[in-house]
């Protein structure tokens, strides 16, 4: 079945520091979105990505969707401690499918 | 109204109880979804309503019984749970196809 892998599992990061996270589906995805869920908290939605190639910025986080649809990244410039918590990228299979399958997640530690 | 309401937010049961999970959304989306997270691993779909339709059920077992009264409420029902069930029970909204999720704040569920 769909399949989609996240690396690395852990990253811990001296505050100030880069951060990227990495997804990897087994077949080609309609879209690929992201999560981010603090420590005891919920998943909090990012950003949708649905175009080949696409990048999209949000401040210090940078979001881009292979042109084979199907591999991300989610890259954290000059990270700080607002920035602990585990990332998840989620990716639907098929336009309009009511699916979506989670990565592992990367749980990014910051220290100040 | 941008949230999704859990209630409770904490629940411990016995394995011979029934109880109820109970999950709320004004947004107006069109799908709803239950999801069931352990410790450190990501969330796991269990149920999707489309519609106010039951669409995707992923081999839950029997125990677990989703019900979708109108467009704004989700509810679960347990009966007869094992420890192993013990989880956060996370709710979820959107307005399908290409659009992010809304979670709510979950249930954190402990079997006895």
């Known amino acids: 079945g769909q399949q989609v892998m996240q690396i690395p599992q852990y990253q811990h990061v001296q505050e100030g520091e880069d951060f990227t996270t990495y997804c990897n589906s087994s077949?080609?995805?309609?879209?690929i979105q992201w999560y981010k869920q603090r420590p005891g908290g919920h998943p909090v939605f990012l950003i949708q990505l649905v175009k080949s190639g696409e990048v999209k910025k949000q401040k210090r986080l940078t979001f881009q969707f292979g042109e084979a649809k199907k591999n991300s990244s989610l890259h954290i410039t000059a990270t700080q401690t607002t920035d602990v918590g585990t990332y998840f990228c989620a990716g639907q299979p098929l336009a309009g499918s009511e699916k979506l399958v989670f990565g592992k997640g990367t749980k990014l530690t910051v220290n100040p | 109204d941008t949230e999704v309401t859990q209630t409770p937010k904490h629940l411990v049961m016995g394995m011979t109880n029934k109880k109820s999970l109970k999950c709320e959304q004004h947004?107006?989306?069109?799908?709803m979804y239950w999801y069931k997270q352990k410790a450190k691993k990501p969330p796991e779909l269990m149920f999707v309503y489309s519609y106010e339709k039951l669409s995707i059920n992923e081999s839950v077992p029997s125990r677990f019984s989703p019900e979708c009264p109108n467009s704004s409420l989700l509810n679960l029902h347990l009966h007869a749970l094992q420890p192993e069930d013990s989880a956060l029970y996370l709710c979820a909204s959107s307005q399908g196809g290409l659009y992010g999720y809304t979670f709510g704040s979950g249930t954190r569920l402990t079997v006895v």
């Open positions: 077949t080609t995805l309609s879209n």
């Open positions: 947004m107006g989306h069109r799908a």
